[in-house]
C-alpha cells in the first residue's frame, strides 16, 4: 500500500499522506515517497497547485523512531518543499507534532482547523527542533518561537495563527481552501513560480548556511545518554528522570 496517495482535479494534485496507524510518522519510506510525488508534481505542466494532506486525526507526529529517515532526506524533502516551483498548501485537520512542523514551515501557505493542535515536543526527550529550524524560524515570531521551543506545550490553532506558523485557522477547513485553490488556478505559472523565489529566499539562504551544521548537531543530540532516557520515557509514557 503507498503511503501517499495521489489526487488531481483542475490544476490542483492532492497528495495525502496514508499512514493513519502510526500517525503519519516520518518514516524513511513516507519521506521517500513523499519527494518522488513532488517531483512528479513539479514537472507536471497541468499542476498548478499541490495540496499536502493525511489520513487519520494527526498530520504529521513528527519522526518515526523504529524507521526513522536518513536526516539529510528529510532535510531535502522540506527544501524541495520550499524550492519547488508550484505553491505547496498544507491541509491540516488534527495534531502536529515536532518534524510535522518542518513540513508547515515548508508550505507556503496553511490552513489549520481550530481543532488543530501543535507542539514542539523535542526539548521533551532530550533533543531540539534543529533542522526544521531552518524553514520555521524565519517564518514565526521570535517570542512565539521561544516559548514553543522551550516548553513544548501544545497549543491550538488560533495561537499557531498569531504566531506566523500557520495562515488561516478556520472550522470547515475545504470550505476555507475552496476560493484559495481557485485564486492559485488563475495564477499563471510563470508568476507562481517566481512569486515563490521572492517569497522564500530567506528560507533557502537558511538551508544553504545552516543544514550541515544542523544535521550534524541533531545526530549529536540524539545519540546522547540523555535522549535515550528521553525516548524510552515517551515509548514507556512515564516520566523521564530529570522530571521534577
Not at 536526516?71 to 488534527?94: C, D, E, N, S, W
Not at 530567506?202 to 544553504?208: D, G, I, S, T, Y
Not at 548556511?209 to 543530540?221: F, H, K
Amino acid at each position: 500500500m503507498t503511503l501517499v496517495a495521489t489526487a488531481h482535479e483542475r490544476g490542483i494534485t492532492t497528495l495525502t499522506m496514508n499512514a493513519p496507524a502510526k500517525r503519519n510518522a516520518l518514516s524513511a519510506r513516507l519521506v521517500g515517497e513523499l519527494a518522488g510525488a513532488l517531483t512528479n508534481c513539479a514537472e507536471d505542466p497541468a499542476v498548478r497547485a499541490v495540496v499536502l494532506s493525511h489520513t487519520g486525526t494527526t498530520f504529521c507526529a513528527g519522526a518515526d523512531l523504529k524507521e526513522p529517515p536518513n536526516p539529510y532526506t528529510f532535510v531535502a524533502l522540506m527544501r524541495q518543499i520550499v524550492a519547488h516551483p508550484k505553491p505547496v498548501v498544507a491541509r491540516v485537520t488534527g495534531h502536529v507534532r515536532a518534524g510535522g512542523l518542518g513540513l508547515l514551515g515548508s508550505c507556503d501557505i496553511v490552513i489549520a482547523s481550530t481543532g488543530s493542535d501543535f507542539a514542539f515536543t523535542e526539548v521533551r526527550i532530550g533533543v531540539a527542533p534543529a533542522v526544521i529550524s531552518m524553514p520555521l524560524l524565519p517564518r514565526m515570531a521570535p517570542r512565539a518561537a521561544a516559548r514553543h521551543y522551550l516548553t513544548g506545550e501544545t497549543f491550538g490553532a488560533e495561537e499557531a495563527l498569531a504566531d506566523g506558523l500557520i495562515t488561516e485557522a478556520a472550522d470547515d477547513v475545504d470550505t476555507a481552501l475552496a476560493p484559495l485553490l481557485d485564486a492559485l488556478r488563475r495564477g499563471s505559472p510563470q508568476g507562481l513560480a517566481e512569486s515563490k523565489k521572492l517569497l522564500n529566499a530567506r528560507v533557502l539562504e537558511a538551508f544553504e548556511q545552516y543544514a550541515e551544521d544542523l544535521v550534524q548537531r541533531s545526530a549529536s543530540l540524539f545519540a546522547t545518554a540523555e535522549a535515550r532516557e528521553g525516548m524510552a520515557a515517551f515509548v514507556e509514557r512515564r516520566d523521564a528522570a530529570w522530571v521534577r
